[in-house]
């Protein structure tokens, strides 16, 4: 049952992925869109997204009362949902322990029924919830415990019947394949942003299963793949599934420039290189999706990210050479990118990476002498005076 927690652990780090690094983004790039043209052009990205015009945006200010409000449930409702919820979890943990517990003494044809027969049973429930459109708060559930049950129960399959068979990469492409062809007549039939992820995880998953079988080396699958997710991307944003474009961007990104960073590791044998370059690029696509007004929460992820690696591969590179102090000059220019951008979590590593190059240069060289940290204070009371100066300056203008 190795193969079954492997699989939880994947849609634990997916899940992960989608909706925790996200959050992340917020709260570094926060400064995107709490101030007047952050706001604007949040509001002008939401209404390009759901088909919101400007009448409506109008009536909608003028005449709020007639805008649809939360309803609130009443507590039979409340109770009708929690109860159905629970049962639906203790079913689940009741066909979980039956599972586990009499695992090994199950035959071959029952040990495929509870598997792959259960998912296809809750395939079934699926797709009546479906056609009758009673209960759309089940969908995703009822989505994620099938797929999750007929993927366990094709491998179950597969080993049941090849119980000899060394080619695990084989037996996967054949699953991935079938669920991918699964999740994709699924969205054909109800055009659902759940069979969208669905299809593209299995997907995807068959096209990293097939270049690992063409021998593809790891670091030019994963730039293939990163790339295509990133165009992908691309286009989910200008349909109605809009809203996975986020994730789409988050993973193809990341698998894109884990791919980058690897090549260049290999190429050059430098894990510092590898870094700078690959932090650049990071910073780059942010600076990119920024400009460009798109999925506003992630430009300050990428900034993050991308100027720690930058960041430290720059300090390795020049750390004991005779260009050390360039390391602090460009770190110095990088506050004004900081101030253009109005990136909160550019500032703050670029702050970072100031005063712990002090630090580093102060213990390295000034390590007994009174006079550097007194001189460090008047620089500081100095920079001070000169950024009181230019907002004077700048309010008589």
């Not at 009362?65 to 689940?92: D, M, W």
């Not at 395939?123 to 089940?138: N, Q």
């Not at 798109?294 to 960041?311: F, K, N, V």
Request: hydrophobic share 55%; aromatic share 12%.
């Amino acid at each position: 049952m190795s193969w079954l927690l492997l699989l939880v652990v994947v849609f634990v780090v997916i899940g992960g992925g989608w909706w925790g690094l996200p959050l992340l983004a917020t709260l570094f790039g926060a400064k995107n869109i709490s101030d007047k043209e952050g706001a604007l052009a949040n509001i002008a990205q939401l209404m390009q997204r759901f088909e919101i015009t400007p009448a409506e945006v109008a009536h909608a200010f003028l005449n709020p009362s007639a805008t649809p409000g939360v309803q609130l449930r009443s507590s039979a409702e409340i109770a009708k949902t929690l109860f159905s919820y629970l049962g639906a979890i203790f079913i689940v943990a009741g066909i979980s322990t039956y599972i586990g517990m009499f695992w090994t003494q199950m035959g071959a044809a029952m040990r495929i029924a509870v598997t792959l027969g259960v998912g296809y049973i809750l395939l079934l429930v699926l797709i009546s919830a479906l056609h009758e459109k009673k209960h759309p708060k089940l969908i995703l559930p009822l989505t994620l415990a099938s797929v999750l049950m007929m993927t366990s129960g094709w491998f179950v399959l597969i080993h049941e019947l090849f119980p000899r068979g060394d080619n695990w990469r084989l037996a996967a492409i054949s699953v991935f394949g079938v669920m991918a062809i699964h999740q994709a007549a699924l969205w054909y039939r109800y055009r659902l942003s759940v069979f969208v992820f669905t299809a593209l995880f299995f997907g995807y998953g068959l096209l990293q299963l097939g270049l690992d079988l063409l021998d593809v080396p790891l670091a030019l699958s994963a730039i293939i793949l990163g790339s295509s997710l990133f165009m992908v991307a691309n286009g989910l944003e200008k349909t109605v599934h809009s809203e996975l474009a986020e994730p789409a961007f988050l993973i193809g990104s990341g698998w894109l420039y884990a791919g980058v960073f690897d090549a260049i590791a290999s190429t050059t044998g430098s894990v510092n290189w590898a870094a700078l370059l690959t932090g650049l690029c990071i910073l780059c696509t942010a600076y990119g999706l920024q400009r460009a007004g798109r999925q506003l929460r992630l430009p300050g992820l990428g900034y993050l990210l991308g100027s720690i690696m930058a960041y430290t591969g720059l300090f390795d590179l020049l750390e004991n050479t005779a260009f050390e102090l360039l390391y602090f000059a460009l770190t110095t220019s990088m506050l004004y990118a900081c101030v253009v951008l109005k990136s909160r979590a550019l500032l703050l590593t670029t702050v970072i990476a100031m005063l712990s190059y002090i630090g580093y240069f102060s213990a390295q060289y000034f390590v007994d002498s009174l006079g550097w940290p007194v001189t460090l204070i008047l620089m500081g009371v100095a920079f001070m005076g000169v950024s009181a100066l230019a907002i004077k300056v700048k309010r008589r203008i």
